[in-house]
């Protein structure tokens, strides 16, 4: 059974600084991996999509790498902003129906 | 149309009442998708529609839970005799086939059931 696990649950870091977001799953058997935000009380903004295949996407500010066979993705946010202040979710499709399973986020709040 | 819309945006019932949701979902994606979310929790799949033809269902969905799309358009959720455990964010996501699938989300609708 796939389980993705994102850490840590909670960061706080000042204005301008760079900073990693980590997601882990058991199983290296995915179709890719999606990074979301989500702001509080509403839906989820894709971000990120990175197919089985590839190593990294990026754009703008964010980054996000794959390691499929070390079961590892990184969301690498440059110069952060408070306007970054969310949570960021990690999932990975598991069928080719597109079924996503998530991790349970890692909010983030950057202080000015 | 710029996303996926769903209505409505919040809704109070009481413990034992129907309700119904809406997910429409961006016009030329052709897969559907229903999760749901409670607090401080990843979204959780509950099902998984391509066209009109519902082709996958999580353990999720007992059988107070029902979903449809008549037409490979939009789609309703709905919850028979809520119980307050129904209560969370309900999430629709849609996507094209292809590689990619990438998965487009909706506002969401917040169950709170009393």
């Known amino acids: 059974k796939q389980e993705v696990t994102q850490i840590p649950a909670a960061l706080s870091v000042p204005e301008g600084e760079n900073l990693v977001l980590n997601c882990s799953f058991t199983?290296?058997?995915?179709?890719?991996l999606q990074w979301f935000r989500q702001d509080p009380g509403k839906g989820l903004t894709s971000l990120l999509l990175?197919?089985?295949?590839?190593r990294e996407q990026t754009s703008g500010r964010l980054n996000a790498s794959l390691d499929k066979s070390s079961g590892r993705s990184t969301l690498y946010i440059a110069a952060s902003q408070p306007g970054d202040s969310a949570t960021y979710l990690c999932?990975?499709?598991?069928?080719?129906?597109?079924?996503?399973?998530f991790g349970q986020g890692t909010t983030l709040q950057v202080k000015p | 149309d710029t996303g996926v819309s769903q209505d409505p945006r919040h809704k109070i019932t009481k413990r034992g009442q129907n309700v119904t949701f809406r997910c429409d979902p961006i016009?030329?994606?052709?897969?559907l998708y229903w999760y749901r979310q409670t607090l401080g929790q990843g979204p959780e799949f509950l099902t998984y529609?391509?066209?009109?033809?519902?082709?996958?269902k999580s353990r999720l969905l007992s059988d107070r839970f029902s979903a449809e799309r008549p037409k490979g358009s939009f789609s309703t959720l709905e919850i028979q005799r809520t119980e307050q455990g129904d209560s969370a964010m309900y999430l629709c996501?849609?996507?094209?086939?292809?590689?990619?699938?990438?998965?487009?989300f909706g506002p969401g609708t917040r169950l709170t059931v009393l």
């Open positions: 999932a990975v499709r598991v069928s080719n129906t597109g079924k996503l399973i």
């Open positions: 529609f391509q066209n009109e033809a519902q082709l996958e």
């Open positions: 990175i197919q089985s295949s590839q």
């Open positions: 016009s030329e994606h052709n897969r």
């Open positions: 199983d290296s058997a995915i179709y890719n």
């Open positions: 996501a849609s996507s094209l086939d292809g590689s990619k699938n990438e998965q487009f």
